[in-house]
């Protein structure tokens, strides 16, 4: 921006000054958030490609601010990951899906598993399972009542403690899938060496299947093979229109999720897609 002149060197500074402000404002209202009801969790269906069932659901999170409205996950997980906050997040996180996990049962509805996503900043942390293990056991919840997601990214640092961690979730009974699979810069070769079960392709692949770029299909039919080869389940997001949804199935996915189903919606409505499955 320097070289552009006096001008707009001082806008430069100015926005830069105005970032770092808003930073630290946004900051203040997270660690106020987080001591109130502001953070709630909504759920993203997932059905069966074979029989359209639902499978589970994907927690995500958001922050009702009272002046700014909902601000989305991808304005504050990074915010909270350099500030130090993710930690103290990912704790109300985890409690709040625990807790409805038992609601729902306490009021008769079987929940199916819910998918919880892990801060990449974290997974490599060596207390994260016995975190984890404390909210089950305070809400009474087995562990494959969850499963949980970690991006691609996570693995290329501190691959050791990584593989460390998933080990444990592995021994606890945890499913682990890996999200947002194609988008990283790592290669192929770690998959296998991740003790995870599940591959979640990224939907930016999922977005361009048509009939206009058959090269996509064979990409994605690549890394279902592969994934299977690897015994793992593959989930296919991002699913938005009846096109998508047939090569997905076509292409031999296990499990799909996509605005075409549903969008993230709050606990109270994605419970009405569980009334069909009461106890007894
Ligand atoms: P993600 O884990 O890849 O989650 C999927 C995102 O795609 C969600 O956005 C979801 O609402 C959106 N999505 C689902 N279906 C479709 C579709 O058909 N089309 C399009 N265009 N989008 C779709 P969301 O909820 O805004 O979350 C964004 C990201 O923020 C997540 O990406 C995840 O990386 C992060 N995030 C969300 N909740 C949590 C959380 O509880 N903990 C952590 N650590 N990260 C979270
Ligand atoms: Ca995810
Ligand atoms: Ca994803
Ligand atoms: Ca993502």
């Not at 953070?39 to 922050?63: C, F, H, M, N």
């Not at 994934?227 to 996915?253: I, K």
């Amino acid at each position: 921006a320097k070289t552009h002149g006096k001008n707009s060197y001082v806008g430069y500074r100015a926005e830069m000054a105005c970032q770092a402000r808003d930073e630290f404002h946004l900051r203040r209202e997270l660690g106020k958030a987080l001591e109130t009801e502001a953070i709630t969790v909504y759920y993203q269906p997932k059905y069966r490609t074979s029989d359209g069932t639902l499978s589970g659901a994907e927690a995500l999170v958001r922050w009702h601010h009272p002046q700014l409205g909902l601000i989305t996950p991808d304005r504050f997980i990074p915010l909270a990951e350099r500030s130090g906050q993710i930690d103290q997040l990912e704790r109300v996180i985890l409690d709040n899906v625990c807790r409805q996990i038992r609601d729902w049962r306490a009021s008769g509805l079987t929940a199916p598993r819910i998918s919880v996503n892990l801060s990449a900043a974290r997974v490599s942390d060596p207390q994260l399972p016995d975190m984890v293990q404390r909210h089950l056991d305070r809400h009474g919840i087995e562990p494959q009542a969850l499963l949980l997601e970690i991006t691609e990214s996570v693995s290329i640092k501190g691959m050791q403690e990584t593989i460390g961690t998933l080990e444990r979730f592995a021994r606890m009974g945890i499913d682990v899938a890996l999200d947002d699979f194609g988008t990283g810069h790592s290669s192929l070769s770690y998959l296998e060496q991740l003790p995870i079960q599940q591959l979640k392709i990224d939907r930016s692949f999922i977005r361009d299947l048509g009939p206009a770029m058959p090269q996509q299909a064979a990409i994605v039919s690549s890394i279902v093979t592969l994934a299977h080869n690897l015994g793992l389940d593959v989930v296919a997001e991002g699913v938005e229109t009846e096109e998508q949804l047939h090569y997905v199935v076509e292409l031999g996915c296990d499990e799909m999720q996509g605005y075409l189903f549903s969008r993230a919606v709050p606990a109270d409505r994605f419970e009405r897609l569980l009334g069909g499955m009461r106890y007894g």
